[in-house]
């Protein structure tokens, strides 16, 4: 399972940083990434990593703001959030998948996490 924390509400300009915490093995064969969906629109992918590897893939969207990173010591993947805008703002959900960390559709995700909001003031 996987546990997605640390939304907060925040201004425009300002940093955050996600974590998701996996309650089982993560294997190298793993991907882990990071969606998220605003009010009334479907969910998008923001950022994904490879467990057994340094491959990463960011949505266009947050390229240059947002660092995906992993410590596989503590099982946990973590999203940092710099220069954050209010369109920023949105549920942000972790996933997981067996395969390549360059896919980017939520149903190539197999296990989820629940979501933790994240609001972003101008």
């Known amino acids: 399972q996987l546990q997605a924390s640390g939304g907060g509400l925040v201004q425009s300009g300002d940093s955050l940083r996600l974590s998701c915490a996996a309650s089982?093995?993560?294997?190298?064969?793993?991907?882990l990434g990071w969606f998220r969906q605003a009010p009334g629109k479907q969910r998008n992918f923001v950022a994904s990593?490879?467990?057994?590897?340094?491959?990463?893939k960011y949505a266009d969207s947050v390229k240059g703001r947002f660092t995906i990173s992993k410590d596989k010591v503590k099982n946990t993947m973590y999203l940092h959030m710099n220069f954050l805008k209010p369109e920023d703002t949105a549920v942000y959900f972790c996933?997981?998948?067996?395969?390549?960390?360059?896919?980017?559709?939520?149903?190539?995700?197999?296990?989820w996490g629940q979501g933790t909001l994240v609001t972003v003031s101008s």
């Open positions: 996933a997981a998948r067996t395969g390549s960390p360059y896919v980017f559709h939520t149903q190539d995700y197999s296990i």
């Open positions: 089982g093995r993560i294997f190298s064969s793993h991907a």
């Open positions: 990593v490879s467990w057994g590897d340094s491959r990463t």
